[in-house]
């Protein structure tokens, strides 16, 4: 598949082309699931801030999320994709899927690309559920019934050594244990409080299968990056994920599903300057390992 991501070539100020050329670009991203500008002047994250502006939709701030990644702001609206370390596989998922809370598109920008390994994978999920529609259609009648909740244990301050290392003080936005259960109960999770201070939060049952617009469905959850990857010294991928009715989804019944996502998957390779924007609700991304030196940092649109 050479059109995903769909190619934009160019020259001069990206922020002046999304601006004057916004609803082609919409168009070729609904189409595409994903595009890639490469070839514009785009030398540093304020150039990269001043493209999202000229693209001109709200931003979806990484203070305001529930999401488990540790990320640092590097301009009000740009932050660095996720802190884990370059040996660390990021499976892959939509953002924020595992959480009430999430944006409906993400730009990504390559600063820095020297380094071997380092892809984005990009996978559409609309693909990945018509496919599963054929070789699992129980299973994904079941996430479409029932959906999914997710478990997870926040630990009391960030653990940047883990994908999944964001504190629950960071992550709820909150300073004591007593605001945290308030806003657990705002959000309908479970939880319950461990010896070390960490946080172990079951959320409510989730969608996992998303209606698009036009009729077709979508992959659209966190399943696969859960069972794959959450995995540190407070969170076991075996007790990550169930149905919404709280029964374990088990190795068998991802492997239809990760198989297919990994046959479907096309890695964004980056070249710096790059910037690319993805659909969150049709495409899935992750980070693959690396070694060398890769900046990647993203901005999400609410
Ligand atoms: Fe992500």
Sequence with gaps: MTDFPALITGGGDLAAFLKTNKGAVDAALEDAGALLFRGFDVPDPIAFDA?????????FTYEDSLSNAVRTNVTPRVFTANEAPPSTEIFLHHEMAQTPLYPSKLFFYCEVAEMTGGATPLCRSDRVAERLAEVAPDFLARLEAEGVRYTNVMPGDDDAGSGQGRSWRSTLSVATSEEAETRLMELGY???????????????????????????????????????????????????????????ITAEDMAPAIALADELTVDCEWQAGDVALVDNFTVMHGRRPFQGKRRVLASLVA
């Design 51 to 59: 493209a999202v502006e000229g693209y001109g939709e709200a931003g």
């Design 190 to 248: 479970s939880w319950a409080w461990l010896e070390d201070g960490s946080l172990r939060v079951t959320t409510a049952a989730l969608p996992a299968v998303r209606a698009l617009r036009d009729g077709r469905r979508s992959f659209f959850n966190q399943l696969i990056a859960a069972f794959r990857g959450w995995s540190d010294s407070r969170n076991d991928p075996n007790k990550a994920i169930t149905f919404g009715e709280g029964e374990p």
